[in-house]
């Protein structure tokens, strides 16, 4: 099961090679639960999630704040919080030479060989994720260190193409702090730096959240040519729906915990099975188009994760809800080729406003 | 915009800064009118201005040059008790709640400290009772399960509703809001933004509100006017379909064209507008002519770098700081004398 092992990479502990994955499967998420400690008791942030993504595609992860979607990401890359930690479930990453990682028993060097050359995160506030006292350049340079890339000069070499591909101008960014570039540019140049080892998979969580809006269109329009040229992974995590309309091959929405709709990205958009991926749609305005657009709200609040309603965790929000949903929680039903949805009214379920005008308070 | 009296106006306002780079000018020349009941929606990226405008209008700040008048009284000549009348009409909603709100008071306290201090009401229970009433119109309902929570027992969205239920409380008839609802969820957006129409139309509240998001302005703004903002300047200025449906000035454009829709098939289709440069210039060095201009693909040499295009009335109430949308007008209305022409050309074209 195990082939040849380059001499490079030490092989990881044996209970962490598990069988291989379908070919194209490049992350696969079972069952996973993340638990945080809170002085009113253990609170499950993300519950049972389920997910694969496979070679070359761009998942995006929708949802509200508080919805689970950075906890999962930051879970994937072992960067939870000392509070936090995963309760249950497996995550499975295939490794650039076909060999299969079990990413919660990864220990010492195999992670941080995992973190960044197999997959790499872009965090929001990149003027956070950024050292305030290193140079643009010294962030590239200690990286490609720390994974025993000791040639100085190739790195800032490829810095500066990398630099130039997310249409900065290379050699004055190198040679500037974080502090001194915009917002725009310092989220460019995170980007930028995930990219530096070519690892398969990138997490972008938030990638234009809190940018003008001509800055976001740059950041788009780049994370879109990177693909096209280097054909990376993508899995990013937005409260943004018009963001994963754009650059998402598939749309994964989560609420409270739970991912309750899986699908292509005109699937999600066009035909949506779960009421709250409907709530979310409704509540968008357009730009586009000569008329006004009404929208409706989802009513109510997203639930306190200390202490979520019975049955269908949306139930109480949800205009469809009967007896059943209070009762009992709905798995993921196959609602259409790759799209699935746990909602047990699926088949009801439309975008038309006026469901929503009564719903429940 | 309205034949009476506007509520508050702005007439060539203009408001600069000492920085340690120099001295910034962040609001130029703006003239803006608000009536009863209107609406009126600034947008701009950061550096546009926007927040300036909304301070000045807010009597926070006053203008370097220009007038802030309410209801025709220069805001700053007032005497006293106008002034206290000013405070009670106009109110402000801040884009932080978390920032605007007392932690240690309770939402009960919160909303009865402005009606006790300004006396509309006497006595903690009327106060109670007005708090209530309060809550009760920005959809916190029941309010009793809100008047003794702390600001950390809410939610983001309901933080917000809170502050627009203080903003309420001595009967405002305009309310300046500032990116109120940028930092909340999209469907708490669009319900805070139900609540504010709601406000506007059945007590006639007046809305400034200022936003760096389109899509917002044409929801909320759909009814009312919008002034385009760009480093400090007004560039268009309208009604908000007018705008939206087809922005003129270069810069509003880009903007329409840069905002992502929640449609995979159009969003990935949508005509967009390429800048010349990412870069919002610098305010302490800013670029001759149309400041728009290193940016603007449109730009014509010789003329936008060297002279800053004036806000002109283009009809229907609408006004666009261009040389090419003027240039183009030109073109295409022969009436106008152009010169070197002999005044009788004109009708063959017509």
Redesign the interface.
């Given at each position: 099961m195990i082939g040849n092992v380059p001499s490079d990479f030490r092989l990881p502990t044996s209970d962490s090679v598990i069988g291989r994955l379908a070919d194209d499967v490049v992350l696969s998420i079972e069952d996973l639960w993340v638990e945080y400690q809170t002085p009113a008791g253990p609170m499950q942030a993300v519950r049972g999630a389920t997910l694969e993504i496979r070679r070359g595609e761009a998942v995006a992860l929708i949802g509200?704040?508080g919805s689970g979607k950075t906890t999962l990401g930051l879970a994937l890359l072992r960067l939870l919080t000392r509070t936090a930690r995963v309760s249950r479930g497996r995550a499975r990453f295939r490794i650039g030479d076909g060999r299969t990682l079990e990413l919660f028993s990864l220990g010492g060097s195999d992670l941080r060989r995992f973190r960044w050359q197999e997959c790499a995160m872009v965090f929001q506030a990149a003027l956070n994720s950024l050292n305030p006292v290193l140079k643009v350049r010294d962030h590239f340079i200690e990286t490609a260190r720390a994974h025993g890339r000791k040639d100085d000069r190739q790195t800032s070499e490829r810095a500066r193409e990398l630099l130039r591909m997310v249409?900065l101008d290379g050699e004055r960014v190198l040679s500037s702090y974080p502090h001194e570039l915009?917002g725009?540019m310092r989220q460019r140049v995170s980007i930028a730096l995930s990219l530096l080892l070519e690892p398969q998979l990138i997490i972008l969580d938030e990638p234009t959240t809190a940018l003008?809006?001509?800055?976001?269109?740059?950041i788009?329009?780049v994370i879109r040519s990177l693909r096209q040229r280097l054909n990376f992974t993508m899995m990013f995590i937005s409260?943004?729906?018009?963001?994963?309309?754009?650059l998402a091959d598939r749309v994964a929405t989560m609420y409270a915990g739970e991912l309750v709709e899986v699908g292509k990205?005109?699937d999600v958009?066009?035909t949506p099975k779960h009421p709250y991926t409907v709530?979310?749609?409704n509540?968008?305005?357009?730009?586009?188009g000569?008329e006004?657009?009404p929208?409706?709200?989802?009513?109510g609040?997203?639930p306190d994760l200390l202490a979520m309603p019975s049955g269908c965790s949306f139930h109480p929000r949800c205009p469809y809800a009967t007896e059943l949903c209070v009762r009992q929680a709905p798995p993921l039903f196959a609602v259409g080729n790759g799209h699935q949805a746990a909602c047990f009214h699926w088949e009801r379920v439309t975008r038309r406003l006026d469901v929503w005008e009564g719903a429940v308070? | 915009m309205t034949i009476t009296e506007p509520l508050l106006s702005l007439d060539h306002v203009s408001r600069e800064f000492s920085t340690r780079r120099g001295r910034i000018t962040a609001v130029d020349d703006v003239s803006l009118a608000i009536g009863r009941g209107d609406i009126l929606c600034l947008v701009g990226e950061s550096g546009s201005g926007k927040t300036t405008v909304a301070r000045m209008a807010a009597g926070l700040l006053e203008p370097t040059r220009g007038t802030v008048r309410f209801e025709g009284r220069d805001l700053h000549q007032t005497s006293k008790g106008e002034h206290k009348a000013y405070r009670r009409a106009v109110q402000l909603v801040h884009q932080d709640p978390y920032a605007s709100l007392n932690p240690v008071r309770t939402i009960g306290d919160t909303l009865r400290a402005p009606v006790l201090h300004h006396k509309p009401v006497r006595g903690r229970r009327e106060g109670t009772r007005r708090a209530a009433e309060l809550l009760t119109l920005v959809d916190l309902t029941p309010p009793q399960n809100f008047l003794s929570k702390y600001p950390h027992q809410l939610s983001g969205g309901q933080r917000q509703r809170v502050a627009v239920a203080r903003a309420l409380a001595l009967n405002p008839r305009l309310i300046i809001a500032d990116e109120a609802v940028s930092m909340v969820d999209v469907s708490i957006r669009v319900s805070i933004l139900n609540t504010m129409l709601k406000l506007r139309n059945e007590l006639g509240v007046a809305f400034l509100f200022i936003t760096h998001d389109l899509a917002v302005v044409k929801y909320f703004g759909w009814e009312g006017h919008v002034g385009v903002m760009y480093v400090g300047k007004l560039v268009e200025f309208g009604r908000t379909p007018q705008i939206i449906g087809r922005p003129l000035h270069p810069y509003a454009k880009a903007l329409a064209a840069a905002i992502p829709e929640a449609d995979p098939d159009l969003t990935r289709t949508k005509d967009k507008l390429q800048l010349r440069s990412l870069d919002i210039p610098n305010l302490t060095a800013l670029p001759s002519g149309c400041v728009f201009h290193p940016r603007c693909p449109y730009v014509v040499p010789g003329l936008c770098d060297e002279v800053a295009p004036r806000l002109e009335d283009v009809g229907e109430g609408r006004e666009v700081a261009c040389h090419v949308v003027a240039r183009e007008r030109q073109a295409l209305t022969p009436l106008s004398p152009s010169p070197g022409s002999t005044g009788e050309g004109g009708t063959e074209a017509a």
């Open positions: 509200e704040s249409q915009s725009g003008d809006i001509l800055t976001q269109r740059a788009i329009d409260h943004d729906l018009s963001l994963a309309a754009e990205v005109r958009f066009y709530g979310l749609l509540a968008v305005p357009p730009i586009a000569e006004f657009t929208l409706t709200a989802i009513p609040s997203p308070r | -």
